[in-house]
């Protein structure tokens, strides 16, 4: 079952249900109310015949009740009938009356209703005799009736029942008629509203089947640059469009990461093979010049044997380098410390310039800064960066050191010849040499190294060079607590 369906559902029985209270709560109200108006009416109808009987009782001769005398015949029944008629002739015309003496019985009276029988029940005779007022409703061939039975009290005691009744059929077909209005009423109300709610909740929902359109078809194509479009408000809908797009963009970096990751590595594959391709054909050639018959002449021999050293010291280098960085790249985590920067600086140069010694290594900074790294990872990048000054530049080389932000910073700056800004931008990929460095050794990890290991310490290193002025390494790195 679809969301919309549900939605749809859900408003239509909520709809339904406070429409079907709504509508039991008005009909019973209506009910009741119409049912008091018929008890107060049939009251007040009552009020004058009860009371007047006792008044004109008090002023009467005989101490029969009235209702009694006005049952015979002569002068003292004509009487008491000219005192009864005035009471009941104020009643409405759809009132029945009947006046029934203290057991019951209807008396035999003019303004007695005998077309139509008004029951009493024995629970209510005992409650009338009780001086309490009866209410009942009893059913004839026109449909119910409301019957008001009040005790004729005279000198504190019952000595008649006096009963008031009025058809209820206009009332209970009104009613019926109510109760169909509301019951059509609500249905047609709930249909419609139905129908609302299915195109509302298809309109609401658009946004959701746009995103479920645009994740299949990123799944189909592998398309990372498609976006969700919404101009709605920035309601829950809203945030749910702009949260998917910024899952997009992630996705779409984190792929061209992964794909960049994966040039890299082939990159890397087919660099390393044709690294290791040239000093392994050169031992292989080498040894198959010793297996010769007749044996080479001892000089040559050993030239050959030099040649194996030289490229086996150099597969060394290259096997020892690409651990280093494997190391790296596997999260291989290193012990951090304080440490120095201007001890381990002016040991870094005094090595420097035992390499070359010809060349101008200059160290400036204070000596009381801190950072936090490995002393032996730091040393390495410092000589690969020395190193690759010394290799590409003639001019003098300074290593400078300095405090930013609760930051160290080490810089080794040369005056060669500098670096074009494509080449600044892959300086620090692996087995990439620019076009003057290829006729230098080495095979260009080194700063992959320096980088790889600069980061393990959790700090950066970033290169700033100008064509003609030289190159600047700058090392940043927390300072210690």
């Not at 679809?2 to 029985?13: G, H």
């Not at 008044?55 to 000219?82: C, K, L, T, V």
């Not at 009947?98 to 009493?120: C, F, K, W, Y």
């Amino acid at each position: 079952m679809s969301i919309r369906l549900r939605l749809t559902l859900l408003y239509t029985i909520i709809l339904a249900l406070t429409l079907a209270i709504f509508s039991a709560a008005l009909y019973a109200t209506q009910a009741q109310y119409t049912l008091n108006l018929v008890r107060n009416d049939l009251a007040k109808s009552a009020d004058p015949i009860v009371n007047g009987l006792a008044h004109a009782q008090r002023n009467f001769r005989s101490p029969m009740p009235i209702p009694w005398i006005a049952q015979r015949e002569g002068p003292e029944g004509d009487q008491a009938r000219e005192v009864l008629q005035p009471l009941v002739r104020g009643r409405r015309p759809r009132d029945m009356i009947r006046i029934l003496n203290a057991e019951g019985v209807a008396l035999d009276l003019p303004m007695n209703d005998e077309t139509v029988e008004l029951p009493l029940s024995e629970a209510g005779l005992a409650h009338l005799k009780n001086g309490e007022i009866w209410e009942e409703i009893a059913h004839d061939e026109e449909g119910r009736l409301f019957i008001y039975s009040r005790p004729l009290i005279i000198n504190q005691k019952v000595v008649g029942i006096v009963q008031f009744a009025r058809s209820l059929a206009d009332r209970d077909r009104s009613l019926r008629s109510l109760g169909i209005t509301l019951l059509a009423g609500s249905a047609l109300t709930t249909i419609i509203a139905s129908g609302i709610g299915w195109t509302l909740s298809g309109v609401t929902l658009r946004p959701i089947h746009r995103i479920t359109e645009t994740a299949r078809e990123i799944g189909a194509s592998r398309d990372f640059a498609s976006r969700v479009e919404h101009s709605g408000p920035n309601d829950e809908l809203g945030r749910l469009a702009t949260t998917f797009n910024a899952m997009l963009e992630r996705l779409q970096d984190a792929y061209q990461q992964v794909a960049h990751a994966l040039q890299v590595q082939r990159d890397f594959v087919a660099d390393v093979s044709h690294e290791l391709r040239t000093p392994l054909t050169t031992i292989r050639g080498n040894l198959a010049l010793l297996q010769r018959q007749p044996p080479l002449p001892r000089t040559e021999q050993d030239d050959i044997l030099n040649d194996l050293i030289s490229e086996s010291e150099r597969l060394s280098r290259l096997v020892t380098d690409l651990l280093t960085l494997a190391r790296a790249d596997a999260g291989r985590r290193l012990e951090l410390t304080p440490v120095a920067l201007a001890p381990l600086v002016d040991d870094v140069c005094r090595q420097a310039r035992l390499l070359a010694p010809e060349r101008e290594i200059a160290c400036i900074g204070p000596d009381n800064l801190t950072v936090q790294a490995n002393e032996d990872a730091l040393k390495q990048v410092l000589l690969i960066l020395l190193d690759n000054a010394i290799k590409h530049a003639k001019g003098p080389i300074h290593v400078k050191l300095d405090a930013r932000d609760d930051q160290g910073v080490v810089q080794v700056q040369d005056s060669g010849p500098g670096m074009s800004p494509a080449l600044q931008q892959r300086l620090f990929d692996r087995f990439h040499r620019g076009d003057t460095a290829r006729s230098t050794p080495g095979f260009g990890l080194g700063l992959s190294i320096a980088r790889a290991l600069i980061e393990a310490q959790q700090g950066s290193i970033a290169v700033e060079s100008d064509l003609g002025k030289g190159s600047a390494f700058t090392i940043t790195l927390p300072q210690a607590p």
